[in-house]
């Protein structure tokens, strides 16, 4: 499984982004995704997840402004920003927490990430 992250960039207080995640490989019996940032100096912090079957989760420094959704035709996760302060500046990550099968229906469990993303906040 691969996680391709984009739709990052340089936007003045107040801008809006949208970052995508999309995912190639395997289909996989379950798939939740978030997101994830990391500032300099800073450790990595969740921002928002959505599980597979839709029930989404957020931070509260990003309750109200950020939007996490998906298009599973698409295998594609999306994070709506808007009302982006300086504060947001930071590397953004996708991740996906996957569960598989295999042949002999044992389960498996694993974590992938995408390559980052990164989104500037600044006049």
């Known amino acids: 499984v691969q996680l391709q992250a984009s739709g990052g960039g340089l936007v003045q207080p107040g801008g809006s982004l949208r970052l995508s995640c999309t995912v190639s490989?395997?289909?996989?019996?379950?798939?939740?995704m978030g997101w994830y940032r990391q500032a300099p100096g800073k450790q990595r912090e969740l921002v928002a997840s959505?599980?597979?079957?839709?029930?989404?989760d957020y931070a509260d420094f990003v309750k109200g402004r950020f939007t996490i959704s998906r298009d599973k035709a698409k295998r594609t996760v999306y994070l709506q920003m808007n009302s982006l302060k300086p504060e947001d500046t930071a590397f953004y990550y996708c991740s996906l927490d996957g569960l598989y099968y295999s042949d002999d229906g044992v389960p498996h469990v694993f974590r992938s990430w995408g390559q980052g993303t990164q989104v500037t906040v600044s006049s």
């Open positions: 959505i599980a597979t079957g839709g029930s989404t």
């Open positions: 490989g395997s289909i996989l019996s379950r798939d939740d």
